[in-house]
């Protein structure tokens, strides 16, 4: 069955540190690997998108990794910021129908 | 968000009324998805269109129709609601359909049915 699972759940930081949240895929065929940003009461916004050829991608302070040997991505954020409270949500392109699957998402919440 | 904008916001009704949710798009794409999030789970694919005479089911349509009356307007129609239809609903446009297109969203509509 394609999904996508993350890690942890939620997560809280105090403003300043960094983080890194965590994604398992198992989705064939596998096409591509997106972080999207989810404020509450908002819809998704993209990160980044990564086909299974690039390790790594960049946006501001928000860096994501892929593994796609062990079907694994992480999204680093540096230096979190107040703003960066919100739900972090891993998604995958690919299946048979060609659309995207959601994670559950990460919560994350940073404090003063 | 702004590019892509759904009415109502938030919908009371009632078990076994009909109502229907609305999206409407300025980027001139093609692609037009409607979702729903519930608590705890991640999105899910009620249907997709990929232009005005191109009508999909995705993962549960169960409950659900759409009409895509223009590429601009994609509504989704609940013929008779249900509780466990209470959940957030969003729409998305995607353009070109390569496997890197991005997604946007709209800014959701909030739907409790009692």
């Known amino acids: 069955k394609n999904q996508v699972e993350q890690s942890p759940q939620s997560l809280i930081i105090l403003e300043g540190k960094n983080c890194t949240l965590q994604c398992n895929y198992t989705v064939s065929p596998f096409s591509n690997l997106r972080w999207y940003k989810q404020d509450t009461g908002r819809g998704p916004v993209s990160l980044t998108i990564m086909t299974f050829s690039e390790n790594t991608k960049s946006n501001g302070r928000y860096t994501a990794t892929l593994d796609a040997d062990t079907k694994q991505s992480s999204l680093h954020i540096t230096a979190s910021q107040l703003s960066d409270s919100a739900s972090y949500i891993c998604?995958?392109?690919?299946?048979?129908?060609?659309?995207?699957?959601f994670g559950k998402g990460t919560k994350l919440s940073v404090k003063p | 968000d702004a590019d892509v904008t759904q009415t109502p916001r938030n919908r009371i009704t009632k078990t076994g009324k009909r109502i229907m949710l609305e999206c409407s798009q300025t980027?001139?794409?093609?692609?037009m998805y409607w979702y729903r999030q519930d608590p705890g789970l991640g999105l899910r694919l009620i249907y997709y269109s990929f232009d005005v005479k191109d009508i999909n089911k995705g993962e549960i349509s169960d409950g659900y129709s759409v009409s895509r009356q223009a590429q601009a307007k994609f509504s989704l129609s609940l013929e008779s609601a249900i509780p466990n239809q209470t959940a957030l609903y969003f729409c998305?446009?995607?353009?070109?359909?390569?496997?890197?297109?991005?997604?946007?969203f709209g800014p959701g509509t909030r739907l409790l049915v009692l």
């Open positions: 998305a446009t995607s353009d070109w359909g390569t496997s890197e297109e991005t997604q946007y």
């Open positions: 998604v995958s392109y690919g299946g048979s129908q060609g659309n995207l699957i």
């Open positions: 980027k001139g794409h093609d692609r």
